[in-house]
């Protein structure tokens, strides 16, 4: 790679819709190499949407994906290929319950012939002592909090070593006390260079991690900056009045 900063994620007027539902409406986003992007906006605003656009869960009516230098629109495309290198954070964390915690990290990249099974306990281990959870290896997941669970969630994603790491709300789904334990574990994350995307309600945590806010309205980027611009002079009213109510 050249001394250039790499385009890992860019998106061109990009237009998606459920039926009547017109859900994303122009949107053009690019995401640079260990940028770390928070995106912000009400609830129904398109926010997973545009997420799940970026690994083809959902696909765009019209307009330019690409991620990782692959167009993801393309059908020639290998997908699969692509879903290797992003990591992808749920709010509900979506790991397998009868697994346990160790297990549950090993499984794809064993599965996909990345790593040989002891290669991948090994990594699995490393990861668990990242995220925290050294002592849960051979627990089952049903055995963790909702906050054990999230970092689980996490060392599996970077199980697979992700370029670019997808967070959608991971800690609206927990109790206050296990927010903290899954910030913490994001920002080490974000300090690594880790290129990340990530939607959340934490306003405290988008001001100290990201790079660049962008807040999301109607389907549309009504706003972006750094956070200071973002949080300290809104431009945009409907951004004023957004962090009016969540501020
Ligand atoms: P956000 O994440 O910002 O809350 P979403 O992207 O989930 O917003 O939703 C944006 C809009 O798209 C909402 O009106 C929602 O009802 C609609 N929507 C999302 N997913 C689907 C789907 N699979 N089918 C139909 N409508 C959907
Ligand atoms: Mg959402």
């Known amino acids: 790679m050249s001394e250039e900063k790499q385009v890992k994620v860019h998106v ?3 237009n ?3 039926g009547d539902n017109h859900v994303l409406r122009d949107i053009s986003l690019d995401v640079m190499a260990n940028e ?17 656009m970026l690994n083809q869960l959902e ?8 991620v990782d230098g692959y167009d993801i629109s393309d059908p020639k495309t290998d997908i699969n290929k692509v879903r290797e290198n992003i990591g992808m954070v749920f709010q509900n964390f979506n790991l397998f319950n009868n697994y346990t915690v160790l297990q549950n990290i090993t499984l794809a990249p064993v599965q996909l012939g990345k790593m040989t099974k002891e290669e991948a ?13 050294s002592d849960k290896a051979d627990k089952s997941v049903n055995s963790l909090s909702g906050g054990q669970k999230q970092r689980v969630a996490i060392a599996r994603a970077l199980a697979m070593d992700p370029d670019i790491m997808l967070f959608d709300e991971p800690t609206s789904a927990l109790d206050p ?12 994350l974000a300090k690594s260079g880790m290129t990340m995307i990530i939607v959340t309600h934490e306003m405290g945590f988008a001001k100290q991690v990201a790079d660049r806010v962008v807040f999301f309205e109607s389907g549309k980027i009504q706003e972006s900056g750094t956070p200071e611009e973002v949080f300290n002079a809104p431009k945009n009213e409907r951004l004023q009045t957004f962090l009016s109510k969540v501020m």
């Open 12 to 14: 061109d007027k990009v």
């Open 177 to 188: 006390e296990m927010v903290g334990d899954v910030l913490d574990v994001m920002k080490d």
């Open 16 to 18: 998606k819709s459920y």
């Open 36 to 52: 770390v992007v928070v995106m912000i906006g009400p609830s129904g605003s398109g926010k997973s949407t545009f997420l799940r």
């Open 121 to 133: 306990d090994k990594r699995g281990k490393e990861l668990l002592a990242t995220v925290g959870l």
């Open 59 to 66: 696909m765009p009516n019209s307009g330019l994906v690409e």
